[in-house]
């Protein structure tokens, strides 16, 4: 498995860097950025590319509703020439508090608009005439404008024509999407006893349909790591503080994909009540109704043999790149010690 860690949104990106580099050194393959209501991650993941030499930078991730179809690409043949080729086009709908809250866009279609921005994205990569008609209309059609559009190629020449496409999803139409036309899936939760049940339904429709030249699908899956025992508390209450967030605020009551991944999960009445506490302003209430089944599962925690035996669980459900938050006093240390374990 390939190693991967993401960059915290909040943190100052001049610092981020240094951490990154010093990671890179450690051992580590992939940096992922994301982008939320906060710094824009592109910005970010240019000084990355120049600060470093061999890891992939990815985008985790952008949304397909805040840009363009072809600018997206655009920038991504930007970053994929500015690393040298080693750019991961990380795509997601994210949700509709961000996108018609920060972005003042409508949230709608987002299975099919994802679909025609990968589609778009490779007609510019392979330097084509943009020509589409859906969702997206380009050129536009001359009663939306001027008339005055016509079909356009990309000037530059990519450094890749095949840029990876990750795509973040949870929902069985989406996750059937991803599995059928994107390289990698960042599916954000990941229980190996659990992703049979949830997911496997969805990647078996998909993969179906998959396009042989795709290759294997890739996937992340992980989630906080430590090993010291005054850190083990530490990553399990970050991971509870987080998993409630999204499981409880990510989103209104009917309309928060995170709450439904859980409750698929087996826990349909933590959902309800996590989510319940959370909405009335008891976070750290929410934090304390997670089942200790699942942060067991979605943490990395306690000694090396046992996270060596979640490493191997987390591989025989198809993950191939392991991803993880070390909380540690020597974080960099940490990722080079599970870069030995992992070979």
Sequence with gaps: MKLSTQVAYGDDPRRTAESVVEMEKAGLDVVWV???????????????????????????????????PTLTAMTAASLDALSGGRFLLGLGAS???????????????????????????????????????????????????????????L??????????????????????????????????????????????????????????????????????LAVDDDMIVHARNAA???????IGGMGARGKNFYNTVFARQGWADEATIVQDLYLEGRKKEAAAALPDEFIDGMTLTGPPGRIKERFA???????????????????????????????
């Design 34 to 68: 994301a982008e939320a209501y906060s710094f824009d991650a592109v910005s970010t993941m240019g000084y990355l590319a120049a600060r470093t030499e061999r890891l992939e930078i990815g985008s985790a991730i952008l949304p397909i509703y805040s840009r363009t």
């Design 95 to 153: 949700g509709p508090q961000v996108i018609e809250g920060f972005h003042g866009v409508a949230y709608d279609k987002p299975v099919t608009r994802t679909r025609e921005v990968v589609e778009i994205c490779r007609k510019v990569w392979a330097r084509e005439r943009v020509e589409h008609h859906g969702l997206y209309e380009i050129p536009l059609p001359a009663e939306q404008g001027t008339g005055l559009g016509k079909p356009l190629k």
């Design 313 to 343: 669980s987390l591989a025989a459900a198809g993950v191939t790149h392991l991803h993880v938050t070390p909380v540690s006093e020597d974080p960099v240390g940490l990722l080079g010690q599970v870069r030995e374990w992992l070979g």
């Design 240 to 246: 509870r503080a987080m998993y409630a967030l999204y």
């Design 155 to 224: 000037i530059n020449h990519p450094v890749r024509a095949d840029i990876p496409v990750w795509i973040a999803s949870l929902g069985e139409r989406n996750v059937a999407m991803t599995a059928e036309i994107a390289q990698g899936w960042l599916p954000h939760v990941v229980i190996p006893e659990k992703a049979h049940d949830v997911f496997a339904d969805a990647l078996r429709k998909g993969l179906a349909k998959r396009d042989p030249a795709l290759g294997p699908l890739q996937m992340t899956g992980g989630g906080f």
